[in-house]
């Protein structure tokens, strides 16, 4: 699952990112060596304070994350996640509400600069999809108005 | 130039709408549809003048507005809309987030990255 500014900046929020992370439910899961192998990557296991990451050129993007603070375990948050469709593959990500959340927990310099930015985002997004519900409802509505009379008028004329 | 009723009932019908619908969804009240289409003319009086003046006619001098004008005041006035309910919000990144909504999400990625690695990201 994809988290993080990346998946902050799918969702539209206006943010610069420098990687895209992902979360693994099982970090020794085959199908990461699978697909590392496929691109030429390689798995380079936790060292001291290093954390696990990714090798090679094909996979310089992408950072591992091991635990979202202030969220709960990865089958918890899948629950919160979505899925966007990139074109040729379709990604799972988490939302954006539990990514503030996250980032508020963790409290780093950057987090508390980019959490004014996060929520102005989710305002926006939520507004403009309640707006869109509200529009394609008194539109389905007047449809209904209309092929009402329309049927009407049809069953008028028959009688007549 | 006059409302032509049935081009317009045409190009609804190509979008599976009835007028009623196409109102609705264009925000144009009937009140103010109706008070167009019982005009001789719906250009302004003004403009009308000035192509006599001129002896054109008025489509000589008006030009169609680019789309991507239409696109960002449509964007400026839902921002508007957006910011009136929540005051506090910071009306630079509700109009920046909506800018981003009109493209596909591996776009915005891939602009998240261009500027915050100054690099391309390729979609392969």
């Known amino acids: 699952m994809i988290v993080g500014a990346a998946a902050a900046a799918l969702q539209g929020a206006p943010i610069v990112t420098q990687d895209i992370d992902l979360w693994f439910r099982d970090i020794h899961d085959p199908g990461i060596g699978k697909a590392l192998a496929k691109v030429g990557g390689a798995f380079v296991p936790s060292i001291g304070l290093h954390p696990p990451a990714f090798a090679g050129e094909a996979v310089r993007l992408f950072d591992i994350v091991l635990t979202m603070h202030g969220l709960g375990a990865f089958d918890e948050e899948k629950k919160h996640s979505l899925i966007v469709d990139l074109g040729r593959l379709s990604v799972r990500i988490l939302a954006l509400e539990r990514i503030i959340k996250s980032k508020e927990t963790v409290g780093r310099p950057k987090d508390e600069l980019t959490i004014p930015v996060l929520r102005d985002a989710l305002a926006a997004i939520e507004k403009k999809k309640a707006l869109e519900t509200r529009r394609g409802g008194q539109t389905a509505r007047l449809r209904g108005k209309d092929s009402a009379k329309t049927a009407s008028r049809r069953r008028a004329s028959r009688h007549k | ?124």
């Open chain 2, 1 to 124: 130039m006059r409302i032509d009723i049935v081009k317009i009932r045409e190009l609804a019908r190509k979008k599976g709408w009835t007028l009623n619908a196409l109102l609705a969804e264009s925000g144009v009240s009937k009140t103010a549809f109706y008070h167009l289409l019982r005009k001789d003319s719906v250009l302004p009086a003004s403009l009308r003048a000035i192509a006599g003046a001129l002896s054109v006619r008025p489509g000589d001098f008006l030009t169609e507005e680019h789309p991507d004008v239409e696109n960002i005041r449509r964007i400026q006035t839902l921002t508007d809309r957006i910011v009136a309910g929540k005051p506090g919000l910071d009306r630079e990144n509700v109009r920046l987030t909506l800018l981003l909504l009109e493209e596909e999400p591996i776009q915005r990625l891939r602009r998240s990255l261009t500027r915050g690695r100054n690099i391309d990201f390729h979609e392969d």
